[in-house]
C-alpha cells in the first residue's frame, strides 16, 4: 500500500476516463475511479464495499490506539494512516454511490438492473442499501428456473406492497401460482397415470401453499386470524348460533 506522495493524474489508470465532478482518483494499485475501485474490492454490492473499507478502517484505527497505549509510536502511526487510507476508499465510494443515485430506473416499485454495467455500483447510501436488496429481488425472479418477473412485479403492484416484507412475500405467492400451474400443464400432458398423480398432487400443494400465504399476508397487513370463542355448556342446556333477534334465531 504506497503512500501517497504525489498529485493524482486527471484520468483513471484502469479505464482511462476522467472522474465526473464532485469525484477524486483513490490510489490503490494505481490511480483509479470509483467504478475501478468498487470493481477491485470486496464485496458484491456497493453498500458491502463502502462498509467493508469503513468497518476495516475502524479495525485499523483500534489496533492504532492499542499500539499508542503500548508505546509502539511507529506501529501505530502506520495503523492510523492505514485506517485513514481505508476511511477516504469507504468515503469515496459513498460520494460516488451519491452522485449517480439518479442513474436507477425504478419500474413497477423495483430497481431494474443495468445490461451493460452493475448498477448498485451507483446507488445512493444510506439509500443504497433498499435499492441493492431492490435490484437482488429483480435478478432472483429472473434467474433461469424461476423466470418470474413479470407476474411477480404485477402482484406485489396490484398487491400494494407497501414493504420489501410484503413484496418478497407477494413476489414468492406469484412463483408458487407459476410452479403450481405449470405442474399442471406437464400432468395433463403425460400419459404415465402414476406421474400424472404425483404431478396433481404436487400442483396441489403448492396451491394450498398460495392460499396459505394469501391468509398470512393478510394477518401480516394487520388483518388477523378468526376468533374462535369456547362455550361450555351445563347438561340438557341449548346453545344458539348467529345473532338473535325478537326472540328468533338469524345467521
Not at 114 to 136: F, G, N, R, W, Y
Not at 182 to 190: F, G, K, N
Not at 222 to 235: F, M, T
Amino acid at each position: 500500500m504506497p503512500r501517497r506522495t504525489f498529485m493524482p493524474p486527471a484520468y483513471c489508470d484502469r479505464c482511462g476516463v476522467q472522474p465526473p465532478l464532485g469525484e477524486t482518483l483513490f490510489h490503490y494499485d494505481g490511480w483509479l475511479c470509483a467504478n475501478c475501485l468498487g470493481k477491485e474490492s470486496p464485496g458484491r454490492d456497493a453498500t458491502s464495499k463502502s462498509a467493508f473499507f469503513a468497518c476495516t478502517a475502524q479495525s485499523n484505527r483500534t489496533l492504532a490506539r492499542q499500539c499508542q497505549a503500548n508505546g509502539q509510536e511507529e506501529t501505530a502511526d502506520e495503523y492510523e494512516r492505514i485506517g485513514h487510507w481505508h476511511n477516504h476508499a469507504a468515503d469515496l465510494l459513498h460520494q460516488a454511490a451519491n452522485n449517480r443515485a439518479q442513474a436507477a430506473q425504478v419500474a413497477f416499485g423495483e430497481v431494474v438492473p443495468e445490461q451493460s454495467s452493475d448498477l448498485k455500483d451507483t446507488l445512493s447510501i444510506p439509500d443504497c442499501a433498499a435499492l441493492d436488496a431492490s435490484v437482488e429481488r429483480t435478478r432472483l425472479l429472473m434467474a433461469d428456473g424461476v423466470d418470474c418477473l413479470s407476474l411477480a412485479l404485477d402482484a406485489a403492484h396490484s398487491g400494494e406492497a407497501k414493504t420489501s416484507i410484503e413484496k418478497m412475500h407477494l413476489h414468492q405467492l406469484a412463483v408458487l401460482h407459476k410452479t403450481a400451474l405449470e405442474q399442471i400443464r406437464r400432468a395433463s400432458h403425460t400419459a404415465d397415470h402414476d406421474q400424472q398423480t404425483k404431478q396433481f398432487q404436487i400442483a396441489n400443494r403448492f396451491i394450498r401453499t398460495f392460499q396459505q400465504g394469501i391468509i398470512a399476508l393478510m394477518r401480516l397487513r394487520g388483518g388477523g386470524s378468526p376468533i374462535i370463542q369456547h362455550v361450555h355448556l351445563a347438561d340438557g342446556a341449548q346453545a344458539v348460533v348467529g345473532a338473535v333477534q325478537n326472540g328468533k334465531r338469524s345467521g
